[in-house]
């Protein structure tokens, strides 16, 4: 079964700073990542996807992809106390409907 | 925004008994899958079901695991017999087509005693 590592395991962040995350596949047959986030005591919610090498802006968010390391980061700007959250990871095949397998996670904390 | 619906959202059970998780996927949707998840950290998947098929599942998915999907019923997740090391908050989650955003439900803890 394929494998995501993420790093770093845990990241404090000051307010109003930049968060980098990173994350990589060890199966070379994945073709899509995926970024979610999850507060505590809550189900994940998808922030950003990346299928294509390059970068994707989205708001404070920022994504990129290198598809021949495996290698995705997350970037988060201007960080918010509501920013801090555990940030889940994950890559999937493209055949029909194969799942989302995830990383192990970065817990953010966002300090005031 | 679209919703994956669970119950019950805790459950205590001795073990050794039987339990079934429900899952209400987004309307429309084709995909199911669930997760398992413990202590907040890492999110394991277990089994995918597509078409009244499992499609893909994890070494996690133990022979005491089942899963299905009556016709306008919910997605179950049934374990039987329990064991001590099952206690973890299980989520379904949903998506309409291929490699598009999977939704996940607010989760079902599972406490096994």
């Known amino acids: 079964q394929q494998k995501v590592q993420q790093s770093p395991e845990s990241l404090i962040v000051p307010e109003g700073g930049m968060a980098s995350l990173n994350c990589t596949s060890s199966d070379r047959n994945v073709d899509y990542f995926w970024w979610y986030r999850q507060h505590s005591g809550k189900s994940p919610k998808m922030l950003m996807s990346i299928f294509s090498n390059g970068e994707k802006e989205e708001g404070r968010f920022t994504v990129h992809l290198n598809k021949a390391s495996l290698h995705t980061s997350l970037h988060i700007r201007d960080s918010q106390p509501s920013d801090s959250a555990l940030y889940l990871c994950?890559?999937?095949?493209?055949?029909?409907?194969?799942?989302?397998?995830f990383g192990t996670g970065t817990t953010v904390s966002v300090s005031p | 925004g679209p919703k994956v619906l669970q119950i019950p959202s805790h459950q205590i059970i001795d073990m050794g008994q039987m339990v079934t998780l429900n899952c209400d996927p987004v309307s429309n949707h084709l995909y199911f899958y669930w997760y398992k998840q413990i202590l907040g950290q890492q999110m394991e998947f277990l089994v995918n079901f597509y078409n009244g098929k499992v499609m893909e599942k994890s070494k996690l998915f133990k022979d005491q695991f089942s899963v299905e999907r009556p016709d306008g019923s919910y997605f179950t997740l049934k374990i039987q017999p329990t064991a001590l090391e099952d206690s973890a908050v299980y989520f379904c989650?949903?998506?309409?087509?291929?490699?598009?955003?999977?939704?996940f439900g607010k989760g079902t803890r599972l406490t096994v005693v």
């Open positions: 989650a949903s998506r309409g087509t291929p490699n598009t955003e999977v939704f």
């Open positions: 994950a890559a999937s095949m493209a055949q029909g409907g194969r799942a989302l397998i």
